[in-house]
């Protein structure tokens, strides 16, 4: 071990409680349907809906399918402190009240990470522009708040030079030079834009020097540092949303597709050309090259691509790569362990809900929701249609458990940013949701959607379900908003997750989960060796570890040579396993995921009732698999490659 800091608890004032019980959730608006629907799905719906009209009869309040009653015992209950904490400049983007034209519609991302390696997680919030604003005017920044450790922060972002501007858009966070500082990639319509963490406390921008700033005419959304070829040198994925020019862009109600519900709105994104997503390789000399037809990111024609979230769906050890795109299929970006990809989301039954259907895609998360030791995708969509759960089968397919899971009834909001977070630290994953229509004319028009839209919390139940929970989970969770962006993290290392959430037009959101309760977690930062300095412990107990992992035991030999892989420095890839118990949690080390947006990386688990852990695996990206003895639980601790026990080396090359 490296390092089992058991950090305090903070001195984060307590927030008072209230629960707002007037809360309802209508289960459809009117009787009308758009083309987002189909008809199997409008059986269903409906039936669905008598169902709960019978259900409303004898319960008027909330309450109904699955959705818990207002008068439940809270499981979790989350305040905003947004101002109070000292986050409180707006998010500008487009106009207030009328979006004329697609660009002021998509909003900004969210990134915790730990800037300054103080062990405290900071917060950005990446901020965009107006069409008035002058190009060659001094536009609004994004936001970087320093952590005070006592339940405030403190705006360091000129202090820490990132001063550009411009339609910013998502945010991912990754140690791309190994230096031990986490770096900064924003992504804009326009060039985008690399900050070099300096380490001492300052940024530069190198995204030009680095070969990463693009042509300027992409319009940048979804992005996230990974180590593709497994060379310790993060690589950088960046999803394109449509190949979009102000100059010539239609006005509302110019063409079919500027027309919602009757009404004029802005054009978008159906009827525009498609944008090609982007691979840039690390070479290892601060600068990047454009691998984007070289591994067939290319190969992937008519999508409108939004968030980007990476995961090893088919555990071979290579990262592979899923993107929500809009009105359009899915893309499952599958590693063929040779510096291509093929997209594989039909085949794999990711790209569709399950009537077949394309859906509008927005953000998308990734964890272990039924605690099989596999990791399933969640994503979000528009309005009128659910969000889509797809369960990984194991086999490198997955199946939409959205109603069976629970999630068919809330149809009337539009989804954006969402993240699998074990809220209330029971073991299982709980999921946020963080909505808001796109067109302000749904207010005004009386087009049965709000532009302002509460969140959606549910708890996992434990057996493959969730329930609803937003009713009783606090006046953070009903309380409106036109949100994009949301992540979530351990902001004061005492366990509890909160969510940082960023507002069309308005300033961010701080959610903190005030209700404490018995239940216990655990949480790891990793830190990556190179090949040069990873010490290799010639153990005899290494061999015999081998056959105790059934996840891994397929995968791996009992080898302790080295290979050719490496990882990075922040251990973006790494797999992490911790047995506690009966039960198995896995997640892994990500960078950007949810709606363009970057969680803390250090990897958070629930324990439930277990005062300790059995074991924690960790499979880091050289390879090497490693196993952590004797960790306490309510700690994060810091997982050093090369410093626990090897259990083996990945050498299976499919
Ligand atoms: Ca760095
Ligand atoms: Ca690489
Ligand atoms: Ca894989
Ligand atoms: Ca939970």
Redesign the pocket.
Same mark, same amino acid.
């Given at each position: 071990m490296f390092a089992a800091t058991r950090l305090s608890t903070n001195s984060l004032v307590e927030i008072p409680r209230r629960v707002d019980p007037s809360r309802t959730r209508p289960c459809y608006h009117q009787g009308w349907m758009t083309l987002h629907s189909s008809f199997p799905r409008l059986l269903c719906f409906f039936g669905l809906c008598a169902w709960l009209s019978l259900q409303s009869a004898s319960a008027p309040s909330v309450g109904a399918g699955n959705s818990q009653s207002a008068n439940a015992k809270p499981v979790v209950h989350f305040t905003d402190i947004a101002q109070k904490a000292g986050l409180t400049a707006p998010v500008i983007f487009g106009g207030e009240n009328t979006k004329k034209y697609i660009i002021e519609t998509t909003g900004t991302g969210v990134a915790i990470f730990d800037y300054d390696n103080d062990g405290w997680p900071d917060i950005f919030v990446v901020n965009g522009t107006t069409l008035e604003a002058s190009p060659t005017g001094k536009g609004p920044a994004s936001y970087l708040y320093h952590n005070n450790h006592d339940g405030t922060f403190t705006d360091v972002t000129a202090k820490a030079g990132l001063t550009h501007t411009g339609w910013g858009q998502g945010v991912c966070v990754g &140690?791309? &030079? $190994? %230096?031990?500082?986490? %770096?900064l990639y924003v992504t804009y319509y326009g060039k985008n834009v690399l900050y070099? $963490?300096n380490g001492n406390g300052t940024f530069t921008e190198v995204g030009e020097k680095a070969h990463v700033a693009g042509s300027g005419k992409a319009w940048g959304t979804g992005c996230a540092f990974v180590d593709y070829d497994r060379d310790g040198k993060l690589d950088l994925i960046v999803a394109n949303y449509v190949d979009y020019d102000s100059a010539t862009a239609l006005a509302p109600g110019e063409r079919p597709a500027c027309m919602w519900k009757g009404v004029p709105v802005m054009c978008g994104p159906r009827g525009l050309p498609w944008a090609k997503n982007i691979l840039y390789h690390n070479l290892g000399n601060g600068r990047f090259e454009d691998v984007t037809a070289k591994a067939h990111i290319d190969q992937t024609n008519g999508h409108y691509s939004f968030s980007v979230s990476t995961l090893d769906y088919d555990d071979d050890g290579w990262p592979d790569i899923f993107v929500a795109c809009d009105s359009t299929a899915s893309i499952l970006y599958h590693n063929n362990q040779d510096g291509t990809f093929t997209d594989v989301a039909v085949v794999a039954g990711a790209a569709f809900n399950d009537d077949g259907r394309e859906q509008a895609g927005m953000g998308s998360t990734v964890g272990d929701y039924d605690g099989d030791g596999r990791l399933d995708l969640f994503k979000t969509n528009f309005s009128d249609d659910t969000s889509t759960l797809y369960r990984n089968n194991g086999d490198g397919t997955f199946d939409d458990k959205t109603f069976p899971a629970g999630f068919g009834l809330n149809t009337q909001y539009l989804g954006w940013g969402v993240m699998f977070a074990d809220f209330d630290n029971d073991g299982w994953p709980d999921l946020l949701l963080v909505n808001g229509h796109v067109y302000p004319e749904v207010d005004s028009q009386h087009l049965g959607s709000n532009f302002r839209e509460p969140k959606i919390l549910y708890h996992n139940n434990g057996n493959g379900k969730f329930t609803d929970i937003s009713a009783n989970a606090g006046p953070a969770i009903t309380a409106v908003s036109s949100a994009r962006g949301l992540a979530v993290g351990d902001l004061w290392n005492d366990g509890r997750i909160s969510a940082v959430i960023s507002n069309m037009n308005a300033p961010p959101m701080l959610l903190v989960n005030d209700l404490r309760n018995g239940n216990h977690w655990i949480a790891f930062r990793t830190v990556g060796a190179s090949p040069a300095d990873r010490p290799l412990k010639k153990s005899s107990a290494a061999s015999a570890q081998t056959s105790t992992s059934p996840l891994h035991a397929a995968s791996f030999t009992s080898s302790t040579s080295s290979t050719s892989f490496a990882s990075s420095r922040d251990g973006i890839g790494a797999k992490i396993t911790v047995k506690a118990g009966t039960r198995t949690l896995v997640d892994e080390v990500r960078s950007g995921s949810s709606y363009i947006s970057n969680s803390d990386m250090r990897v958070h688990f629930g324990l439930g009732s277990a005062t300790k852990i059995d074991s924690v695996q960790v499979r880091w990206p050289s390879g090497l698999v490693e196993r952590f003895d004797n960790l306490p639980v309510d700690s994060i601790h810091t997982l050093k490659e090369g410093s626990g026990t090897p259990v083996g080396i990945a050498v299976k090359k499919n």
């Open positions: &140690d791309y &030079d $190994n %230096d031990g500082f986490e %770096d070099h $963490n």
